[in-house]
T-cell receptor, first 114, second 116 residues
Framework: AQSVTQLGSHVSVSEGALVLLRCNYS??????LFWYVQYPNQGLQLLLK??????LVKGINGFEAEFKKSETSFHLTKPSAHMSDAAEYFC????????????FGQGTTLQVKP | EPEVTQTPSHQVTQMGQEVILRCVPI?????FYWYRQILGQKVEFLVS????????KSEIFDDQFSVERPDGSNFTLKIRSTKLEDSAMYFC??????????????FGPGTRLTVL
């Protein structure tokens, strides 16, 4: 069964430090990959997506992610954390263009300390 | 900026009662979805809807659930006889005409359903 695994349900970094949120997927074919962010009392907002073009994807708010097929990973990074980055982050996969179904990871809560 | 809206934000109901969760997708979108997230668990796909019919559904989406687009703006999820395990946050999403390769889904803020 296809799945998405996010390592670490909680990640804490200091303001200005590197943010690294991990996502691994299991799929027999290259999927479409997404990172969503959820701020308190808001819906899921798309940060970035991989759709088989460039393997390094840049998103909003300074985030980027790199698709590594050999490692079946799509880790999310940001060079310097801001207090406003504190939120819950979800990795998701869509297995083909013929389905709208997103399969989500369990989410990672990012805490940013001053 | 257009957004998906959901009402109510929180619904409390008694076990066995029917509930209807409402969503207003972005106006020019034609694909609609419901997801749910039980507290502490993953966001799970329930159903997708296009051209006034279900295009895909998960094993969770049994006969207790139904979806409808009653008019040109609303998209509803009905649970006929709620169970305790239906307590969750329910998210509505919509996407443009062509989902294509990695078409983006726009999510609403969710409705928290509590079944007592």
């Amino acid at each position: 069964a296809q799945s998405v695994t996010q390592l670490g349900s909680h990640v804490s970094v200091s303001e200005g430090a590197l943010v690294l949120l991990r996502c691994n997927y299991s799929s027999s074919v290259p999927p479409y990959l997404f990172w969503y962010v959820q701020y308190p009392n808001q819906g899921l907002q798309l940060l970035l997506k991989y759709t088989s073009a460039a393997t390094l994807v840049k998103g909003i708010n300074g985030f980027e992610a790199e698709f590594k097929k050999s490692e079946t990973s799509f880790h999310l990074t940001k060079p310097s954390a801001h207090m406003s980055d504190a939120a819950e982050y979800f990795c998701a996969v869509k297995l083909s263009s013929n389905t709208g179904k997103l399969i989500f990871g369990q989410g990672t809560t990012l805490q940013v300390k001053p | 900026e257009p957004e998906v809206t959901q009402t109510p934000s929180h619904q409390v109901t008694q076990m066995g009662q029917e509930v209807i969760l409402r969503c207003v997708p972005i106006s020019n979108h034609l694909y609609f979805y419901w997801y749910r997230q039980i507290l502490g668990q993953k966001v799970e796909f329930l159903v997708s809807f296009y051209n006034n019919e279900i295009s895909e559904k998960s094993e969770i989406f049994d006969d207790q659930f139904s979806v409808e687009r009653p008019d040109g703006s609303n998209f509803t999820l009905k649970i006929r006889s709620t169970k305790l395990e239906d307590s969750a946050m329910y998210f509505c999403a919509s996407s443009p005409l062509t989902i294509g390769a990695g078409g983006e889904q726009f999510f609403g803020p969710g409705t928290r359903l509590t079944v007592l």
